[in-house]
């Protein structure tokens, strides 16, 4: 009989379902709901962590904060480039995971940057594809009449959905000093596009919040997408527990794949195991830090990782934890004068505090309802540095193998694949219709400059001293130097701004890291002694790629992890070449296209034989390729001999 309660600590020990999902985080409660939205199927969804829906979660104003107490306690390894530091690794623990944790920017990246995902082989992955899913996973609901007349905000609702779970709103309030920043960056004569979601994020523009409208409170995976059909019957979500083991069903025949049939798990509460089968597909949604982790300890991964923590190889996969991507970030402060009454330091005052929250309570407007804010920049190589052509000449031509991690000198998969990111890369910071630095345009003196499209590569590997313990995670930040080239232009040009006569009545004055440092490494050299530095944004990805596998992928088009059978991916690990954007609305969209991918092939009675199923699937993918080159469906092809 199908499961009747949604209770998280009810007992799911040696039963089946169709799908078992692991992670129940943004992406994994996308699918979720999908597929069990067939009545036919049945969804088990398990999570590390608890359901939570304190105010900690729901008030955008609290976005603007590490909610450590939803959040793992893990930390990255030192990092070389950047002072040997350790970073913070930010990954929610929390059903929903980080739609529940995360600032509520909720944007897009342009055309260009989802166009390079097919370019590298992925077919059906072009922006053009995608835009029907950024759709269907959104409501949107414009500014305010009176928002648009006093900051002139800008929008077109074409390029958003009318009736999906996330909902896309403003706040319901702009600091009266974003004028200022506005008037400074148009002064600049960056592009302002009147939609950054039309495929067109380059330059300054408006973005919305994931944001309930009416109550303005936060719009979440777990409050959009999970808690409207909970009660489903054919929907389980079972919290507090952490999977440790993918399950296989291994053949006695010679060249058969393993065939994943459920999970191992752990209670969090009384430590007891279970296992779990599924029927059709266990499909990874633990994100992309801990599903390359889940996939090593399972025996899939590099040869030489898994030998080293005596784990027995299903399939010797490089790209199992490489490819990993964020977007590093240096953090400029400067001093303001002038700013207006109320500034997004007005908070510390007591009694304005008191007012701003009753404002909210009673109304739901002011300060309290927002979270990053509105406006954000992202700005081309060619506006943000004169030195464009120089920067692209140097990546094109330079021994990238001596930046990347060893274990892209041992792989040739791993190495073609980046040489052909490399080149997607080239084209990318060349052009002007491609985002490679982001400036989130603050009404007040934190100026922080985010590289979007790095070249150097990390990565996420099991602890061979304590495989179940946290992964190793290696950001390898500024590893390639014109990663930090980038950066450092992206400095000079903040410089530059908040130097431009709109913004002169704040009588500006650069505390960090100084304007006394003047040369490229004077000005890595401060940041790092003043922890200006950051390796993240949160925004992890590409640890199980989606690409060809000969060009270093750990997963095809149809999100199928490479050499073994019934298991896919669903999360940002996928993710192969991070977009210039915050990743959560483009994470909605690709958990959509995923449900629709796995509900799919999974439309027809249970597939005892796979392999056939898999030669269909990748027919109807060449086929659909035409547009795409000769070399790029061949190796599509490959995914038959999974
Ligand atoms: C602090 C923070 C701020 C952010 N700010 C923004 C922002 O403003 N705008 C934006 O667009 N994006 C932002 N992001 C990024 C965005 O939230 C993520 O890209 C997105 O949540 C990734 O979705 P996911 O499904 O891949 O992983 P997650 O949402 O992280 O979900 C993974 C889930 O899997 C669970 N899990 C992990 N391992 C196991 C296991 N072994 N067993 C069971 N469960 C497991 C985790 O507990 C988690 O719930 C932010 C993220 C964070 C953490």
Known sequence: ??????????????????????????????????????????????ENGYINDDISTQVPSFANSINSRLMYDIQSAPDANTGGKIYPVYVGNVVGGGS?????????????????????????????????????????????????????????????????PIQASFPNFEYQDTKNIWAAFKAAGVPLPKEHAAG????????????????????????????????????????????NEILFEESQLPFVAPKANGVRYVSRSDGSTGKVYAKREVILAAGAVFTPQLLQLSGIGPRDILNAASIKVKKDLSSVGANMQDHPNANLVFDLRNMAKVNVFSGQDPSYNATAWSEYETKRTGPITQAHGSSLAFLSLNTLSTKAAQIVATLTSQNILSYLPAIYNRDQSLLRGILKQREIIAGLHASLNAAVGEIPMAPFGLAINSLQRPLSRGSINIDPKNKNGNPIVQFNTFSNPVDRQILVEMVRWTRKHWARKELAMYQPVEVSPGAQYQTDDEIIGALIAQKGLGASFAHMSGTCSMMPELLGGCV??????????????????????????????????????????????NAGAVNTGGVVTNAVAGVTNAVANTANNVVTSVFSLFKWWR
């Open 1 to 46: 009989a199908p499961p009747q309660t949604n209770n998280g600590a009810q007992n799911i020990n040696e039963r089946t379902f169709d799908y078992v999902i692991v992670g129940g985080g943004l992406t994994g409660l996308v699918v979720a709901n999908r597929l069990s939205e067939d009545k036919d199927r049945t969804v088990l969804v398990i």
């Open 100 to 164: 529940v944790v995360n600032g509520m920017a909720f944007d897009r990246a342009s055309a260009a940057d989802y166009d390079a995902w097919a370019l590298l082989g992925n077919i059906g992955w072009d922006w053009n594809s995608l835009l029907p899913y950024f759709k269907k996973s959104t409501t949107f609901t414009p500014p305010t009449a009176s928002n648009v007349q006093e900051f002139g905000t800008t929008y077109d609702a074409s390029y958003y959905g009318t009736n999906g």
């Open 200 to 243: 067109t994020a380059v330059g300054a523009f408006w973005i919305p919040t994931s944001l309930e409208p009416k109550t303005q409170t936060r719009s979440s995976a777990k409050n959009a997408y999970y808690d409207p059909i909970k009660s489903r019957s054919n929907l389980v979500l079972s919290t507090g527990r952490k999977v």
């Open 556 to 601: 095809g088009s149809d999100l199928a992890v490479y050499g073994v059978k019934q298991l896919s991916v669903v999360d940002a690990s996928i993710v192969p070449l991070i977009p210039a954007t915050h990743l959560q609305a483009t994470m909605y969209a690709v958990a959509e296209k995923a449900a629709d991918l796995i509900k799919a092939r």
